[in-house]
């Protein structure tokens, strides 16, 4: 099974300051099909798992420009330019290239310091 | 607009079964693979079982093969899950998720005597 391991697990954030997410699988997540299926997903508290990046760096329907992904292979990176209170909650990021099973990675919590 | 309702969740006795439902809308359901995707009190998301298009085709974590079955009627525009043999560690909120780009609210399902 793949292993995705994000860090850091918390993430204290100044509103209006950017913020960092690190995503590293333990192998490669191209397919087969040159695609990339590398994906973040947002969970504010009390509330469903919302997909914002799609294919390592493809923003979802409505999702902020603020947020941005990329990367390539094995590291993956989520960006949010500045941090608003709405942001607060805990973001994942998960694989669906090597499947089954689609593994998660153990989420990190930003906050607002 | 897409809309995805769990049902069926609620406390069971280890041993006993429950079958969720996934009730959706706002989409031509029989053309999307859906996911089950559980989430244990306070902690992770972890992926449950797939199933494709047509219903022809499922996987499952291991953590559940043999135990739940998941299935669809693209009639009915409805998914399920079929817990058999549950343990305290299944204890967890359900979400149905299509294509992991919508997700419903989720139903919480609590094994224990």
């Known amino acids: 099974d793949v292993v995705m391991t994000q860090s850091p697990l918390s993430l204290p954030v100044t509103l209006g300051q950017p913020a960092s997410i690190s995503c590293r699988s333990s192998?490669?997540?191209?397919?087969?099909?040159?695609?990339?299926?590398l994906h973040w997903f947002q969970q504010r508290p009390g509330q469903s798992p919302r997909r914002l990046i799609y294919?390592?760096?493809n923003r979802d329907s409505g999702v902020p420009d603020r947020f941005s992904g990329s990367g390539s292979g094995t590291d993956f990176t989520l960006k949010i330019s500045r941090v608003e209170a709405e942001d607060v909650g805990v973001y994942y990021c998960?694989?669906?290239?090597?499947?089954?099973?689609?593994?998660f990675g153990q989420g990190t919590t930003v906050e607002i310091k | 607009e897409v809309q995805l309702v769990e049902s069926g969740g609620g406390l069971v006795q280890p041993g006993g079964s429950l079958r969720l439902s996934c009730a959706a809308s706002?989409?031509?359901?029989?053309?999307?693979?859906m996911y089950w995707v559980r989430q244990a009190p306070g902690k992770g998301l972890v992926w449950v079982s797939h199933?494709?298009?047509?219903?022809?085709?499922?996987t499952y974590a291991d953590s559940v093969k043999g135990r739940f079955t998941i299935s669809r009627d693209n009639a009915k525009n409805t998914l399920y899950l079929q817990m058999n043999s549950l343990r305290a560690e299944d204890t967890a909120v359900y979400y149905c998720?299509?294509?992991?780009?919508?997700w419903g609210q989720g139903t919480l399902v609590t094994v224990s005597s």
């Open positions: 998720a299509r294509s992991f780009d919508n």
């Open positions: 706002g989409f031509t359901f029989s053309t999307y693979w």
């Open positions: 199933i494709n298009s047509d219903g022809s085709s499922t």
């Open positions: 192998q490669s997540l191209v397919y087969s099909d040159g695609n990339t299926y």
């Open positions: 294919k390592v760096s």
């Open positions: 998960m694989q669906g290239t090597h499947w089954p099973p689609w593994t």
